[in-house]
């Protein structure tokens, strides 16, 4: 997610997090991704990879059964106290055990593959591939790179603290060899001139 130039360290605080996604329209873009492309039901188990403070949770149906991996400690934290009766648990995403908990219907990852280089990323997906059922989806969002767009939109992916932006071409190719992948590219999720990739993989 764009950080307008604040300083990095200042985003693992979960408060300058919270306020800075606020800021720039965040949750607006949270709910839409979710709405229109994840598309949760009442009943589903869901799988919140990179979840951060629990963000998700907010735009959910209910009921549903929820998981939410975060490396921050802080952040964890943060979402055991705002949903405590969500399940959150603080480990790195590509070696996270959700052996007790799978399968779920949907995974998620708002905002983490551009955190990820190429085989991390794959590692990812691989991961949402074991613990996902059969026809269930995984679906991402992340900043991405496009010929042309406006020197504000460049300026703030250019900042991001993930070091591992794509342009859509290259973000398809993480998923590819691992499935059938949809993707859109759009430009009004935030507030800010911004761009982002939906990418949905469905798995076989």
Same mark, same amino acid.
């Given at each position: 997610?764009?950080?307008?130039?604040?300083?990095?360290?200042?985003?693992?605080?979960?408060?300058?997090?919270?306020?800075?996604?606020?800021?720039?329209?965040?949750?607006?873009?949270?709910?839409?991704?979710?709405?229109?492309?994840?598309?949760?039901?009442?009943?589903?188990?869901?799988?919140?990879?990179?979840?951060?403070?629990?963000?998700?949770?907010?735009?959910?149906?209910?009921?549903?059964?929820?998981?939410?991996?975060?490396?921050?400690?802080?952040?964890?934290?943060?979402?055991?106290?705002?949903?405590?009766?969500?399940?959150?648990?603080?480990?790195?995403?590509?070696?996270?055990?959700?052996?007790?908990?799978?399968?779920?219907?949907? *995974?998620?990852?708002?905002? !983490?593959?551009?955190? %990820?280089? =190429?085989?991390?990323? $794959?590692?990812?997906?691989?991961? #949402?591939? /074991?613990?996902?059922?059969?026809?269930?989806?995984?679906?991402?969002?992340?900043?991405?790179?496009? *010929?042309?767009?406006?020197? !504000?939109?460049?300026? %703030?992916? =250019?900042?991001?603290? $993930?070091?591992?932006?794509?342009? #859509?071409? /290259?973000?398809?190719?993480?998923?590819?060899?691992?499935?059938?992948?949809?993707?859109?590219?759009?430009?009004?999720?935030?507030? !800010?001139?911004?761009?982002?990739?939906?990418?949905?993989?469905?798995?076989?």
């Amino acid at each position: 997610m764009a950080v307008l130039n604040l300083p990095k360290s200042a985003l693992s605080m979960s408060w300058v997090f919270g306020a800075y996604q606020r800021l720039v329209g965040a949750p607006a873009c949270h709910r839409r991704f979710i709405e229109s492309y994840a598309r949760p039901k009442a009943g589903d188990r869901i799988v919140d990879l990179g979840c951060g403070t629990g963000a998700s949770l907010e735009h959910l149906p209910q009921p549903i059964s929820y998981v939410g991996v975060d490396l921050s400690q802080q952040y964890i934290d943060t979402a055991r106290a705002r949903f405590p009766k969500a399940r959150f648990l603080c480990s790195d995403i590509l070696t996270v055990d959700l052996s007790s908990y799978a399968p779920f219907d949907l *995974a998620m990852a708002f905002g !983490v593959l551009h955190h %990820l280089d =190429d085989a991390a990323a $794959g590692g990812l997906v691989d991961l #949402a591939r /074991r613990v996902v059922r059969r026809g269930g989806l995984l679906v991402t969002i992340d900043p991405c790179r496009v *010929a042309g767009q406006p020197r !504000v939109a460049k300026m %703030l992916i =250019d900042n991001d603290r $993930g070091r591992h932006i794509r342009d #859509a071409e /290259r973000y398809r190719k993480l998923f590819t060899p691992r499935g059938q992948v949809e993707t859109v590219v759009l430009s009004d999720m935030l507030r !800010v001139p911004y761009s982002m990739i939906v990418a949905r993989l469905r798995i076989a």
